[in-house]
């Protein structure tokens, strides 16, 4: 059975924000397509269909950069529409003139309409020219006092998007090996008791029972366990309301071996219900 794609089909004013837009539809799963002729959207989506769901979300943009070619927009969006069970949703971006010249003069770029024409002029000719465009638009954004971020739970709110669970990377490491780079909170648990130092446990890893139950044993360990988990319940939904699309947490011990591996072992688990968790021991099979 194929899966017909949501599709969402993106114009607007040069400078509204369509760019960040597109990454951030991205960011959420969509397969983006910048700067696409009308006519060929079709095709594209038709390929999509027969991607065994693949390509579940499409999100295309266009605007009057493909001049002549652009024409053909709302010709299109009926056409797609036509068809059973496409779900085509047609969204315009708009800013305000002022913020418009903003955006301009801070990225140096000429509009794409008239670049030889004083900007003011080319803004206006620009809404005259998608004034019909804008009419016919599902969903009308208005960029004008938005950060990129709000922008993004805008988007969120009109596919209901928000819903989906973060993915969220729960990382174990030793600090003698240096932090991970890509890390945005790191928890350090060297103040607990080491199994390295005991004969019987040095030889195995925080994957494997004795090692994990001896790490755990301990009250701080408990209380330990118990605070983080409570502090990332509260972060995950405003890390996700805030239009965050990923988190990476490190634990590091000394080696990476012990302790780290047993408290990520504990958190990742924990965090199951709420994220989709991938667990790595970056630094386990290291020696010594």
């Not at 006519?39 to 769901?53: F, K, T, V, Y």
């Given at each position: 059975m194929t899966l017909r794609p949501q599709t969402i089909i993106l114009t607007g004013m040069s400078g509204a924000g369509k760019?960040?837009?597109?990454?951030?539809?991205?960011?959420?799963?969509?397969?983006?397509?910048d700067n696409l002729p009308p006519?060929?959207?079709?095709?594209?989506?038709?390929?999509?269909?027969?991607?065994?769901?693949t390509l579940g979300k499409v999100a295309f943009a266009c605007d009057l950069r493909g001049g002549a070619l652009f024409k053909p927009l709302l010709m299109t969006v009926e056409e797609l529409r036509q068809r059973k069970d496409m779900d085509v949703v047609l969204v315009f971006l708009d800013a305000?003139?002022?913020?418009?010249?903003?955006?301009?003069?801070?990225?140096?770029?000429?509009?794409?309409?008239?670049?030889s024409a004083r900007l003011t002029e080319s803004i206006q000719q620009e809404r005259e020219v998608l004034?019909?465009?804008?009419?016919?638009?599902?969903?009308?954004?208005?960029?004008?006092?938005?950060?990129?971020?709000?922008?993004?739970?805008?988007?969120?709110?009109?596919?209901?998007?928000?819903?989906?669970?973060?993915?969220?990377?729960?990382?174990?490491?030793?600090?003698?090996?240096?932090?991970?780079?890509?890390?945005?909170?790191?928890?350090d648990v060297r103040f607990l008791p080491n199994p390295y130092y005991v004969d019987d446990l040095r030889p195995?890893?925080?994957e494997d029972d004795p090692v994990y139950d001896y790490v755990m044993q301990w009250p701080a360990s408990k209380q330990f366990v118990t605070k983080t988990e409570e502090m990332l319940d509260f972060l995950l939904p405003e890390f996700q309301?805030?239009?965050?699309?990923?988190?990476?947490?490190?634990?590091?011990c000394t080696g990476g071996r012990h302790r780290s591996v047993a408290i990520a072992r504990h958190i990742a688990n924990h965090l199951r219900a709420l994220a989709d968790v991938d667990l790595t021991h970056r630094d386990r099979n290291r020696e010594g």
């Open positions: 760019s960040v837009a597109m990454q951030a539809l991205e960011d959420i799963g969509f397969f983006c397509v006519a060929l959207m079709p095709r594209l989506l038709e390929m999509a269909e027969h991607a065994s769901g305000d003139d002022a913020t418009l010249v903003r955006r301009y003069k801070a990225s140096r770029r000429r509009h794409p309409l008239s670049p004034a019909s465009v804008r009419v016919a638009c599902d969903i009308v954004i208005d960029t004008s006092d938005m950060a990129v971020g709000r922008l993004k739970q805008e988007l969120q709110r009109h596919f209901q998007l928000h819903a989906e669970r973060m993915p969220v990377h729960v990382l174990s490491f030793g600090f003698k090996y240096g932090v991970p780079l890509d890390a945005d909170m790191i928890f195995f890893t925080g309301s805030e239009g965050k699309t990923h988190l990476v947490v490190g634990i590091g």
